[in-house]
Structure formats: C-alpha cells, structure tokens
C-alpha cells in the first residue's frame, strides 16, 4: 500500500439529511459547532453563525431552552447561511416551535421528553417536516439507574442509557437519527462510540465534550477523535473547546486534514525550525496562516527552514520553501524553480505565489469545462 492512499475503512451507517447537508453513508464527514451567544440576541446569533459558517462548518446547533429563544430561533433561521440543529431538553412544546419554524434537525431525547402522547407529537412532526434527530448522551449526565448498576460512568452505561432513546425512536418506526455519546474522558468516550458502532447503523455524531480550553481541548479532542475516525467511526463532528466556536471549526478541519479524510484551506508543512534555519520559521508560518485564512481550496504548502528536509518536504507539497543563505529555494509540485525567495519577507513572497497557484488552477479548471 501506498503511503498516499488513505488506508481508513469507514464504517458503514445510514445517510440522513440535515437540511441541504449528507450525513453518513459516503458523505463527507460534516464539521460543526454551537453558537454561545444568548439565542434571544438575534443579532449576535446570526452574526456569530455566519462567522461559523466563513470558517466552513456545515451545520451549527443554537440552543433554545425557552419558548422566547424558539421565536428568536425563527428569526435567526430565516438569516442562516447553514442548516441548524435545535439544542432541546425536556420541553416538547419548544421542539414543536422550531419544527415549526424550519429547524433542520431537532436535538433532542425522546426518553426526556415524558409522556408518550408528547414523544408522539414531536416524532410525528419530525417525520411530517424530514427533520432528523440527535440523540445526545453525555457521561456528565447519566440516569441515576445507571450510575447505579454500573457504579460510574462507562462505555457500556453510555451506551444503555443511548438505546433507550433509540429504542423508543424504533418502536415509533423513525429512523431518521444519528446518535452522539459523548464524555470528557477520552477512553470512556472512544469506548462507547467503539460500542455503539456495532449496535445500530444510523451515523454517529463525534465529540469529546467539554474538552478543556483552546489548546488542551484539540488535543484531546484530536486523541479522542483521531483513533474513532482511524476506525472508520464517525460521520459528523463537533469539538468543544472553552474558546471561540470559529476555533472549533478549525480545529475540527485540522483532525480531519491530518487524517486525509477531509481538506479545506492550506495544510502546512513546517519544520520546527533550529540554529540551521536560514530564515525565521515560526515568524513566516504565523504571519502566513493569518494572510491565507481565507483560502478554501485544499492545497500543501511546506515552510521548511533549511535544506536538510527541504527538497523532501516539497516533493510531497503544492508549493513549498527550503531555506538557503539570503535567498532560499523554491518548489512547486516538488521542482526547483528559478525564482529563489528572499529571506527578508518570505510569507509576502510566499503568499503571492499561493495566489498565482490558486488562480492557474482555476484557470486550468475553466479550460477543462470548456473542452
Ligand atoms: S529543517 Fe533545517 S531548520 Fe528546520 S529544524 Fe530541520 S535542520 Fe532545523
């Protein structure tokens, strides 16, 4: 096997819809976040799901815990550029509202929600709308029945306590659902996910829930969520960091690039830089990722400080830098070309050749349309 093939075996599930957006079955597996803006500020909601979406999520859950949230809720959702998921726990009147309003998927779990006629209701108009659900069991929130037969959270208790729901979702014929079951431990997450993978064939909604703050939490989100989609588990993810939600986005792409299951944006290559680099690594990549945060075209761009691992790096890249005295090297598709960089401003230079790129690809695509 080749090193560039992707060896990953994806799991077989079911494909829902949630609004314009596949998930599982073959679809891309979909990255998403929460808004944490007050849902009853519309203003700041809409503005904060379209900073979501620009990072290129393709769903964002809102939470709407009031019935004054869910007609906030029907204002931001005529303004949404992506599909939203409903965050709702207990009340079925507020889940009937947004389905009302054109949620594009209701979170919500049926065991929750009490009574059969209201568990009813709410089935019914998901099914009537093609709205599908989320089941969402959290380790931080588990029945006292099962806290009690299995003494603590684990995987097995997670996922009992995820087939209640999905038993009731089964024993109403609705089969338009996928299921998370998260926890903020790592291996009692993976556990469970492992678990349930065998047990139903709806898509499985990936996260490490509250994961911590911005650097620990992708850390041990991309642990977690690294060796589930190294399995083939997972068909749609959100990573909870205590930090801006357009970091979640960004952070969900970057596992997903480094498992090469998924790109958008620029994957970089740079060396860790030391005493051999001929110009500043960690300067060049910094001002580099902040000037090229708006491409979207997925493309590899190696930033490597000498000619140690330069030449390599740039074989397996897009574009790529390898140091050198005063001017370094430059490669595209792995060939020196006679333009050398200047060391003085290498992510200027650096930059203006990514666009030159872009835009000959485009121009090579149009060419190809019209052949
Ligand atoms: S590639 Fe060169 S500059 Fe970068 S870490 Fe290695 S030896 Fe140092």
Redesign the pocket.
């Known amino acids: 096997m080749s090193y560039a093939e992707n060896p990953i075996k994806r799991r077989q599930s079911t494909q829902i819809k949630v609004g314009n957006v596949l998930i599982g079955g073959d679809a891309p597996i979909a990255v998403q976040s929460m808004t944490n803006t007050k849902t009853t500020d519309v203003e700041a909601t809409v503005a904060q799901i379209q900073a979501i979406a620009k990072a290129g999520a393709d769903l964002v859950r809102v939470s709407v815990p009031t019935m004054e949230a869910a007609e906030a809720f029907k204002l931001i959702k005529q303004q949404s550029p992506i599909p939203l998921v409903a965050d709702i726990h207990f009340d079925y009147r507020i889940a009937l509202k947004v389905a009302e309003y054109g949620v594009d998927c209701l979170r919500i779990n049926p065991g929750n929600i009490g009574r059969e006629d209201r568990i009813r209701s709410v089935v019914e108009a998901a099914r009537d709308k093609n709205i599908p659900i989320r089941i969402g069991v959290n380790g931080g929130s588990l029945e006292a029945d099962l806290q009690e037969k299995y003494g603590e959270p684990t995987p097995e208790a997670l996922v009992e306590s995820a087939m209640r729901h999905v038993d009731i979702l089964d024993r109403l014929n609705f089969d338009q659902f996928k299921v998370s079951v998260k926890a903020s431990d790592v291996f009692l997450a993976v556990g469970a996910y492992r678990l349930l993978a065998k047990q139903i064939k709806q898509p499985l909604h990936l996260g490490i829930t509250e994961a911590g703050g911005a650097r620990a939490g992708a850390v041990k989100s991309a642990i977690g969520l690294g060796m589930l989609l190294s399995e083939g588990i997972g068909d749609t993810l959100r990573i909870s960091l205590a930090a801006d939600p357009v970091e979640e986005v960004k952070v969900g792409f970057d596992i997903l690039k480094s498992l090469r299951i998924r790109s958008r944006g620029i994957n970089f290559i740079a060396?860790?830089?030391?005493?051999?680099?001929?110009f500043d690594?960690i300067k060049t990549m910094n001002e580099l990722e902040q000037r090229l945060e708006d491409v979207v075209d997925p493309m590899t761009v190696s930033v490597?400080?000498?000619?140690?691992?330069?030449p390599g790096e740039a074989l397996i890249s897009d574009l790529g830098v390898a140091?050198a005295n005063r001017m370094s090297g430059f490669y595209l598709k792995g060939q020196r070309q006679k333009l050398r960089i200047d060391n003085n401003n290498v992510a200027e230079q650096l930059e203006a050749q990514v666009r030159l790129y872009l835009e000959e690809q485009k121009r090579l695509i149009e060419i190809k349309q019209l052949d």
Not at 271 to 278: A, G, L, N, T, V
Not at 304 to 310: A, D, E, L, Q, R
């Open positions: 060396c860790p830089s030391c005493s051999r680099q001929e690594v490597i400080g000498c000619v140690v691992n330069g140091g």
